[in-house]
């Protein structure tokens, strides 16, 4: 069984400021995490993904996330926050031994302040 | 812009009556997923085809039932429709049909159930 918590269902910074979107996972198997990200009225877009290979992922729009396994954590970060980025963050977990279903966590909203 | 095309954008029916969502899957993949979001069950797995076969299936109702034909393309049926279905529907696609390949999305279908 795999599962994913996202500890905050809203964060809120300023524009210029890091932000910082936090995931817990639970997985039988190694797991293959990811990021999505959704704009309002809009569909996923994939922002990163982590496959048992380097722990620090980068991603798109300057994104990074860390896999730490002893912490059972792929938090989410950015140096500076822009306006564009707001938008719903899941994170999701898929099991590498599993058919390719994902279990999504419950996302987080994340608002950016001029 | 994904390469998943889904249609239609809206749907708006009745209680009792049955629809069809359709989804084509980005040039070249041969899976074909079917997710659920709502408000109050967040994003779920519904069923996945792989090459015309079902592969997978997640938390989907009876009344519900999804194929994938010979050119890839795949339909989720729903019938006897009833308030709680109203959601946004969300198809997916990807190459493989296990484990870290990641899933590219289609812009979804909101249904509205009067």
């Known amino acids: 069984a795999q599962s994913v918590t996202q500890l905050d269902s809203h964060v809120s910074v300023s524009e210029g400021t890091p932000v910082l979107l936090r995931c817990n996972y639970s997985s039988s198997y190694s797991p293959s995490l990811f990021w999505y990200v959704q704009h309002p009225n809009k569909g996923l877009q994939l922002l990163l993904k982590y496959t048992s290979a380097a722990t620090l992922v980068k991603g798109i729009n300057g994104f990074e996330a860390e896999f730490k396994k002893s912490e059972t954590s792929f938090h989410l970060t950015k140096p500076s926050a822009h306006m564009s980025d707001a938008a719903e963050y899941f994170c999701?977990?898929?099991?590498?031994?599993?058919?390719?279903?994902?279990?999504f966590g419950q996302g987080t909203i994340l608002t950016v302040h001029p | 812009d994904s390469g998943v095309t889904q249609t239609p954008k809206h749907l708006i029916t009745a209680t009792g009556q049955r629809v069809t969502l359709r989804c084509s899957p980005r040039?070249?993949?041969?899976?074909v997923y079917w997710y659920q979001q709502s408000l109050d069950q967040g994003l779920q797995f519904l069923i996945q085809?792989?090459?015309?076969?079902?592969?997978a299936k997640g938390n989907i109702l009876e009344r519900f039932s999804a194929q994938q034909f010979p050119d890839l393309h795949s339909e989720l049926n729903l019938s006897s429709l009833e308030l709680g279905d109203s959601a946004l529907y969300f198809c997916a696609s990807s190459f493989r049909s296990k484990g870290n390949n990641e899933q590219f999305f289609g812009p979804g279908t909101r249904l509205t159930v009067l």
């Open positions: 040039s070249g993949d041969l899976s």
């Open positions: 085809y792989y090459n015309g076969e079902e592969r």
């Open positions: 999701v977990v898929s099991g590498l031994l599993s058919y390719g279903k994902l279990t």
